[in-house]
DNA sequence: GCGATCCTGGCC
DNA sequence: GGCCAGGATCGC
């Protein structure tokens, strides 16, 4: 369910972690942990400070004073509470992390695509997910040039594949890539080899004012986005084409996910 | 590169 | 009952 945006604004509104020591950890028997087990985890976490909270793409890293980092990927369905007082644990709980001053964090997952790992170096490098990366979409170290040359690495991908390879650039989703594209005026099933330089320019600029207007309209709140507190986005009253079929909007399949365009703009 | 697959829930 | 969903991996 998160994209970029909304990952941005979920480690935003964790903000009040920073400080608390870890008191205890509780994993479902289902939790999708994956290349640690819960009980290392926990291990690990076990009277821990939080001392920061980072996003890389789509992934949420909660970091200890260790250097230890966890690793959290959302999927299409994991939510993430902030909780300071006593609620009844929903389904597909599937952890817990109690701090000492009775405050927790809470992830519920019902689709259990979401990923729960471990980093134990500073820059993540040993993380086979976040490893897998591509760019930051506003790195500041790279050149369009350097962007350009991502994409040129798959020419035969359609641009809309493209947007959703983490690989290339890291953090979009569906609903931005479909969104950047508009923006771009180009059309998703274009290929990268059919795609000239100033095009991709094009849609890189458009990729980044799009992520940007996600973030300054706090995420995309379609059915049930909601930050660390609760607190649901309103980028879903700016979107042009997303989930907008209409006379003019079309909704297509591309590698078994939709795509909503204009094939009069978008060219 | 593409389609099937992992999973649950909501809606028609 | 069938289809759809904000994601990513795996096998061909």
Known sequence: MPELPEV??????????????VARVWFSRVAPV?????????RFLRGQIITALARRGKYLIIRTDRPIGLVLHLGMSGKLSF???????????????FFSDGSRLRLVDPRRFGTISLTVCPDGSDNAFLRKLGF??????????????????????????????????????NIYACEALFRARLDPRRRVGETNDAELKRLLV??????????????????????????KGSMQKHLKVYGRAN????????????????????R
Do not use: C
Request: hydrophobic share 35%; glycine share 6%.
């Open 8 to 21: 941005e604004m979920i480690k935003r509104s964790l903000a009040p972690l920073v400080g608390k020591t």
């Open 34 to 42: 994956e290349t640690t087990t819960p009980a290392k985890i926990t």
């Open 83 to 97: 909780l300071e007082t006593l609620t009844p644990q929903p389904n597909h709980t599937h952890m817990e992390i």
């Open 206 to 231: 458009a990729v980044r004012k799009t992520l940007e207007l996600g973030i300054r309209w706090q995420g995309t709140t379609l059915r049930d986005y909601q930050d660390g507190r609760g607190t």
């Open 247 to 266: 006379r003019s909007i079309l909704r297509i399949v591309q590698n078994n996910r939709a795509t909503w365009f204009h094939p009069i703009l978008q």
């Open 136 to 173: 930051e979409y506003n790195d500041p170290t790279r050149t369009i040039e350097d962007f350009t040359a991502q994409f040129r690495r798959h020419p035969n991908l359609a641009l809309k594949a493209a947007l959703l390879h983490q690989g290339i650039i890291a953090g979009i989703g």
